[in-house]
């Protein structure tokens, strides 16, 4: 099973970028990795996903190597409001029971 | 489109106590699932629906059952409520565009107590 591993938590300070890593030692041929961001109270959204190399929309960067056993969701200038919890998914194409979202990282950005 | 709608939005039940958490989405997707989120934790795949008609365990099913009503509606049951089950559920659908490319949409989620 594709479990995740990504840091409990991070600090930064606002204006900076910020660089979350997941690890996926297990990830499979056919598996995307997909990104999620969770303010308190609130159901998870999606921010990013990708297959291979990288990545980039109007929020993030996902940066992932060639083997594919980790990725790095890159966030530019973060601001307060980017205080969350950033989950790390693998997705596979069948079987949901394997959807595992892990603990997840919980940034906080400082002023 | 109000996307993945929950009820209720909040619950207190005493143990022994039965209820259904209703979830309902609008965005025609096959996939349908349930989560639970405990204090400080990540989510927890309780049972899913990759189309109307079949329902699967996920990785926490115990103590509670599924409807797939039709391709809109997804309940979940509590049978007999238990302090364990003290959570907050979310309720999330998918469509993947591609293969592999399953992307979630979260409900608002229900914040259940059992005393």
């Known amino acids: 099973l594709a479990k995740t591993t990504q840091p409990i938590s991070m600090d930064s300070y606002e204006g900076q970028e910020v660089n979350i890593t997941c690890s996926h030692n297990?990830?499979?041929?056919?598996?995307?990795i997909t990104w999620y961001q969770q303010f308190p109270s609130q159901g998870p959204r999606f921010i990013i996903q990708g297959y291979k190399t990288k990545v980039t929309n109007e929020v993030a960067s996902l940066f992932i190597p060639a083997d594919r056993k980790s990725s790095t969701l890159s966030l530019p200038r973060v601001s307060l409001s980017d205080t969350a919890v950033y989950y790390c998914?693998?997705?596979?194409?069948?079987?949901?029971?394997?959807?595992?979202f892990g603990t997840g990282t919980r940034l906080t950005v400082i002023p | 489109n109000a996307g993945v709608t929950q009820t209720p939005k909040f619950q207190v039940l005493k143990t022994g106590q039965s209820m259904t958490l209703q979830c309902a989405q609008d965005?025609?997707?096959?996939?349908m699932y349930w989560y639970r989120q405990d204090p400080g934790m990540g989510l927890r795949l309780i049972y899913y629906s990759a189309s109307e008609g079949t329902t699967d365990k996920g990785e926490v099913p115990n103590g509670y059952n599924v409807s797939r009503l039709n391709k809109r509606e997804f309940s979940l049951r509590l049978e007999s409520a238990a302090p364990s089950q003290t959570s907050v559920y979310f309720c999330a659908s998918s469509e993947p565009a591609r293969p592999g490319t399953d992307t979630q949409y979260f409900g608002p989620g229900t914040r259940l107590t059992v005393l």
């Open positions: 998914l693998v997705d596979l194409p069948t079987g949901a029971n394997n959807l595992f």
């Open positions: 297990n990830i499979a041929t056919n598996d995307y």
């Open positions: 965005m025609n997707h096959n996939s």
